[in-house]
């Protein structure tokens, strides 16, 4: 057994031993001076104190100073390294990682679903060098650490990305669709893919535009907290989207996450009228300007509405999943550039979606700009930055002044799911600028309301 004090580190210097496990400095030294290794057992004494437990990687933003040790019970300490501390090394170790478990058998004649893997928090866990959580999981991986899956339908389980959500790419939209278009033809009754939250909506709403006619439910579904978190909602989100999937009366692209705080019951929103409204909350996601479209509650999925394409095997898929990166949207704000918008179109870009003020409006200084972009042959649409609510540019001068110079009004549509809409019909449906304008007012995934006497509040 080896021990080591701090002020004994000529050793570690002479031979110029390098960093180990993310320590430098004296730390790093002391720790190469005994002969341990990042998962190696040590003693660690300090003051009459007595610790004993695993060496774990140094957080890459922790204190350089202080020693990480992983205790019998579970929990990790942080020990500051300074005189009159006393390392000794106890054992050899093992490496810190991910163990695979054996997946649960399955029974026979339940239903297939596809479980498509992307990244994200749900298929996430800590990653003991940064103390983050990073991509790690497999879809397999998913399925042995959740065993209730096994008595929901026969999954097959598949990487398709590793990405965090923010990294996602239209190209990213096309490849979700294409896969799972594969999958339904095949014979699958229903398909999950595990996303991360943050742009999950915007995914929802390109596989919403891409699937048409769809036999079957397609259900995106996210964690707010990783699987190695005592508040995870990882495993009752994906147990909920994939009752959905496997039972679910429906055949949309719809969203699986928390309804509540507590874990009563799994929220499914349609996926052209969801949006995260909160940055960390369990049920940070909403449907607006519309309900959600059922509930997952003890194991059976709930209706919301009528108002729905219904489950149909027969039916069939039709894949239109290409998507034209040119568009752009726009949140306008006081003191706006618009030679933003003269960039755009001398850059080429074929659209341009706006967030505007309440009832759908930009400043006076944007009127010229946009003039010339609707000219230009730039299909201008409008949006608005509420959350709930439609565009009406009927009600003051300024609406009217837009629509007289070639801007499209919205109605109830998110401008997310309107970025994305843009960008599909110039991928999949026409390149003709007039027909983009009259197509971004034809529903296709239910992504317009009609107007309602009633305001809809936020919940």
């Given at each position: 057994?080896?021990?080591?004090?701090?002020?004994?580190?000529?050793?570690?210097?002479?031979?110029?031993?390098?960093?180990?496990?993310?320590?430098?400095?004296?730390?790093?030294?002391?720790?190469?001076?005994?002969?341990?290794?990042?998962?190696?057992?040590?003693?660690?004494?300090?003051?009459?104190?007595?610790?004993?437990?695993?060496?774990?990687?140094?957080?890459?933003?922790?204190?350089?100073?202080?020693?990480?040790?992983?205790?019998?019970?579970?929990?990790?300490?942080?020990?500051?390294?300074?005189?009159?501390?006393?390392?000794?090394?106890?054992?050899?170790?093992?490496?810190?990682?991910f163990v695979k478990a054996p997946p649960k058998p399955t029974r026979p004649g339940l239903p297939e679903v596809a479980l498509i893997s992307t990244g994200g928090t749900i298929a996430s866990r800590v990653e003991y060098r940064t103390g983050a959580v990073k991509p790690a999981l497999e879809a397999e991986d998913l399925y042995a650490l959740y065993p209730e899956?096994?008595?929901?339908?026969?999954?097959?389980?598949?990487?398709?990305?590793?990405?965090?959500?923010?990294?996602?790419?239209?190209?990213?939209?096309?490849?979700?669709?294409?896969?799972?278009?594969?999958?339904?033809?095949?014979?699958?009754?229903?398909?999950?893919?595990?996303?991360?939250?943050?742009?999950?909506?915007?995914?929802?709403?390109?596989?919403?535009?891409?699937?048409?006619?769809?036999?079957?439910?397609?259900?995106?579904?996210?964690?707010?907290?990783?699987?190695?978190?005592?508040?995870?909602?990882?495993?009752?989100?994906?147990?909920?989207?994939?009752?959905?999937?496997?039972?679910?009366?429906?055949?949309?692209?719809?969203?699986?996450?928390?309804?509540?705080?507590?874990?009563?019951?799994?929220?499914?929103?349609?996926?052209?009228?969801?949006?995260?409204?909160?940055?960390?909350?369990?049920?940070?996601?909403?449907?607006?300007?519309?309900?959600?479209?059922?509930?997952?509650?003890?194991?059976?999925?709930?209706?919301?509405?009528?108002?729905?394409?219904?489950?149909?095997?027969?039916?069939?898929?039709?894949?239109?999943?290409?998507?034209?990166?040119?568009?752009?949207?726009?949140?306008?704000?006081?003191?706006?550039?618009?030679?933003?918008?003269?960039?755009?179109?001398?850059?080429?870009?074929?659209?341009?979606?706006?967030?505007?003020?309440?009832?759908?409006?930009?400043?006076?200084?944007?009127?010229?700009?946009?003039?010339?972009?609707?000219?230009?042959?730039?299909?201008?649409?409008?949006?608005?930055?509420?959350?709930?609510?439609?565009?009406?540019?009927?009600?003051?001068?300024?609406?009217?002044?837009?629509?007289?110079?070639?801007?499209?009004?919205?109605?109830?549509?998110?401008?997310?799911?309107?970025?994305?809409?843009?960008?599909?019909?110039?991928?999949?449906?026409?390149?003709?600028?007039?027909?983009?304008?009259?197509?971004?007012?034809?529903?296709?995934?239910?992504?317009?309301?009609?107007?309602?006497?009633?305001?809809?509040?936020?919940?």
């Open positions: 057994m080896s021990s080591y004090q701090p002020e004994d580190t000529s050793l570690a210097r002479a031979i110029g031993l390098e960093e180990l496990g993310g320590y430098s400095g004296p730390l790093s030294e002391a720790l190469k001076a005994i002969g341990v290794s990042v998962g190696d057992r040590i003693r660690v004494r300090k003051r009459g104190l007595v610790l004993e437990g695993i060496l774990m990687p140094r957080p890459v933003l922790g204190d350089r100073e202080c020693l990480v040790l992983k205790l019998d019970n579970g929990y990790n300490v942080g020990i500051r390294f300074e005189e009159g501390v006393v390392l000794e090394k106890v054992g050899a170790g093992v490496q810190p990682g899956l096994s008595d929901i339908a026969l999954v097959r389980a598949e990487v398709l990305y590793s990405l965090l959500s923010e990294d996602m790419l239209p190209e990213n939209w096309t490849g979700m669709a294409r896969r799972a278009a594969e999958h339904i033809r095949s014979g699958a009754n229903g398909v999950v893919i595990a996303h991360g939250t943050d742009t999950m909506a915007y995914s929802a709403a390109a596989l919403s535009f891409a699937l048409r006619g769809l036999p079957v439910p397609v259900v995106f579904v996210g964690a707010q907290r990783s699987s190695d978190r005592p508040s995870s909602d990882a495993a009752l989100n994906l147990i909920g989207a994939l009752i959905a999937a496997a039972h679910g009366p429906f055949a949309e692209v719809a969203l699986a996450m928390h309804e509540g705080m507590s874990d009563e019951a799994i929220a499914i929103h349609r996926g052209t009228r969801v949006r995260k409204c909160h940055t960390s909350r369990r049920d940070a996601f909403r449907s607006i300007n519309a309900p959600p479209l059922a509930r997952v509650v003890n194991g059976r999925v709930q209706m919301l509405t009528d108002d729905y394409d219904r489950r149909d095997p027969g039916r069939e898929l039709e894949l239109k999943a290409r998507f034209d990166r040119r568009v752009a949207l726009l949140k306008f704000y006081p003191g706006f550039d618009p030679a933003v918008i003269d960039w755009l179109v001398d850059s080429g870009y074929r659209g341009i979606v706006f967030e505007g003020t309440g009832l759908g409006h930009v400043g006076f200084y944007c009127l010229d700009t946009i003039k010339r972009a609707v000219k230009e042959g730039v299909v201008v649409c409008m949006a608005s930055q509420c959350i709930w609510g439609r565009v009406n540019m009927n009600v003051y001068e300024r609406g009217r002044d837009l629509l007289m110079a070639g801007v499209v009004p919205l109605a109830d549509m998110l401008a997310e799911t309107a970025l994305v809409k843009l960008m599909w019909i110039f991928g999949s449906l026409t390149d003709d600028p007039e027909e983009a304008r009259r197509l971004m007012l034809k529903p296709f995934a239910r992504e317009i309301g009609l107007p309602s006497p009633i305001t809809v509040h936020a919940p």
